[in-house]
């Protein structure tokens, strides 16, 4: 187990195995930890401290985590907060994730015990999350099962595909063609008066159901949170540009769910009177208006997903 980057100062300590009681453990760490990695620290977080993660003898994907959270000064242990853990396979990105694992509350003030169910050996990024008093996140990584005997470059092939890897990329594909089958059938609609309009209506239909369906999947693995985000769950981590980011989300729905409007109004008066072309030029132009918006958040959501990622 060893610490790759965290949201708060973590210090992780040599794995102990054997018997220890809880209150050793918790003395050595404190001694003998020191930070394994270079934190992006702010001075609202809780430092988080991993005690052990350790396979359990019996159960191989089954790991006994134990950690301590102290204030942002480190000097006070904080009771009653709500840590958890969840994560991603590194190996397969966010489309495998781990379920959500409470770890609940010791005898010792500040330290929190749990066991972490891996669906399958690899490697693990794993987020430790604390809510309370105060909020704050470490990500340390997991190296769970028999590791994989090492090949060289030219033996390993860049991406291992599978089943996940492939509707992964259909998916990403997916949602841009549906853009890009939106905003071509429009400009073809606005620029091109001989155009059929009904059949300008029904692509656009038909990029609207490509893009809602894969954008729904996106949202769940594509967003650079640990627990993706939902239609019903819109709960950011409180780091540097999350919040930016989901308002910018929350902008580009609104955008969409506009030009889904106009679309409908569009659909009225095409099938009513399918040849003038005086009566759809205005919601053309707006439906383009509203592609080059969406395609400018879609930019800045890029923008703020590697600064949100970087800080977390």
């Known amino acids: 187990m060893t610490a790759r980057r965290c949201s ?5 300590p040599p794995v102990m195995t054997g018997s220890i009681p809880i ?9 003998l930890g020191g930070p394994v990695a270079h934190a992006h620290e702010l001075p609202t977080f809780p430092r988080i401290i991993v005690l052990a993660a350790r396979p359990d003898p019996l159960r191989a994907m ?13 000097r006070t242990a904080v009771s009653d907060a709500d840590v958890r853990i969840t994560g991603f396979d590194r190996l397969r990105g966010s489309g495998t994730r781990l379920g959500m694992f409470w770890l609940a509350p010791t005898p010792l003030t500040g330290v929190y015990q749990g066991t972490v169910e891996f669906p399958e050996a690899s490697t693990w990024e794993v987020t430790i999350t604390v809510k309370g008093r105060f909020v704050g996140e470490a990500h340390v990584e997991a190296a769970v099962g028999p590791s994989a005997p090492v090949r060289s470059s030219l033996e390993r092939p860049d991406l291992d595909p ?4 492939l509707r992964h990329l259909v998916l990403e594909w997916g949602h841009l063609g549906g853009f890009g089958l939106w905003l071509g059938a429009t400009v073809i609609g606005l620029f091109a008066p001989e ?5 300008v209506v029904a692509v656009t ?12 999947y996106k949202m769940r693995v594509g967003t650079p949170f640990p627990h993706g985000l939902t239609l019903g769950s819109w709960d950011a981590p409180r780091i ?43 919601l053309l132009a707006m439906n383009l208006a509203l592609a080059l918006g969406i395609a400018g958040c879609v930019a800045v959501l890029n923008w703020l997903h590697a600064i949100v990622l970087h800080f977390s």
């Open 62 to 74: 089954s790991w006994n985590y134990s950690v301590r959270v102290l204030d942002p000064a480190g």
């Open 8 to 12: 708060s100062a973590c210090h992780s």
């Open 205 to 216: 239909w038909v990029a609207f159901l490509l893009a809602v369906t894969t954008g729904l």
């Open 240 to 282: 540097f540009f999350g919040r930016e980011y989901v308002n910018t989300l929350v902008l580009k729905h609104i955008l969409m769910l506009i030009a889904i409007a106009v679309t409908a109004v569009l659909t009225w008066r095409v099938w009513r009177s399918p040849s003038p072309y005086g009566a759809s030029r205005p």
């Open 162 to 165: 599978d089943w996940i890897l």
């Open 195 to 199: 155009t059929n309009r009904r059949t």
């Open 23 to 31: 209150a050793i453990l918790v003395a050595l760490a404190l001694t």
